[in-house]
């Protein structure tokens, strides 16, 4: 037997979404093409918004309000942003741009 050192695996074909056996039209097939895709997209726009939250709690936890009050701006925008894309939805954005704000007027 052979070891098999050189290969590679296409993401797209080897997704969550597999192509195996399901899609049998042209249509479903695409579909799940498209699916892939944007599934990838919609992971890079959700580890944004858990990025900004984490970098905002982190300024929070070390009292810099300067900082802070300059990144809420930014924090907010970028949390509607995902919110209007429907990664969260716009009333979770609110809440935790709320629960921030309150936490910025607190220190």
């Known amino acids: 037997m052979s070891k098999i050192t050189n290969y590679s695996i296409d993401h797209f074909k080897f997704s969550s979404y597999t192509t195996a056996l399901m899609a049998n039209t042209k249509s479903a097939i695409k579909r799940i ?4 895709k944007q599934t990838a997209v919609n992971k ?16 929070l936890e070390g009292k810099k309000k300067a900082e ?6 930014k924090l907010s925008s970028e949390l509607m942003k995902i919110a209007k894309t429907g ?16 936490k910025i007027t607190a220190l």
């Open 87 to 102: 990664i969260i939805k716009k009333e979770n954005a609110s809440r935790n741009i709320s629960r921030i704000t309150k």
């Open 44 to 59: 890079i726009r959700r580890s944004k918004f858990r990025n900004a939250i984490k970098k905002m709690n982190l300024m």
């Open 68 to 73: 802070a009050l300059k990144f809420l701006p």
């Open 33 to 36: 093409r498209r699916i892939s």
